[in-house]
C-alpha cells in the first residue's frame, strides 16, 4: 500500500534526521488512456498536486 511506504520513507528520513520528504502523485485508470502521454499527463498532475498542497502528501485520482 503506497500509505505504508510513505510512512516508512518518512521513518527512515525521521531517524536519520535527514530534511527529505515525499510526495505521490498516484492515478487509477478504469480504462486506459488513448496514449501513454495521457497517463504520464495525468500521473504527473497528480503529483503536482501533492507538491503543491504542502508537500509530503499523497494525492490521487480515479480516472473513469
Known sequence: KLDTIHQRLRDAMSENRW???FGFGLATFRRFPQTIQDVFRI???CLYLAKNSG????????IK
Open 19 to 21: 530534511p527529505v520528504s
Open 55 to 62: 508537500k509530503d502528501r499523497i494525492e490521487s485520482r480515479m
Open 43 to 45: 500521473t504527473d498532475e
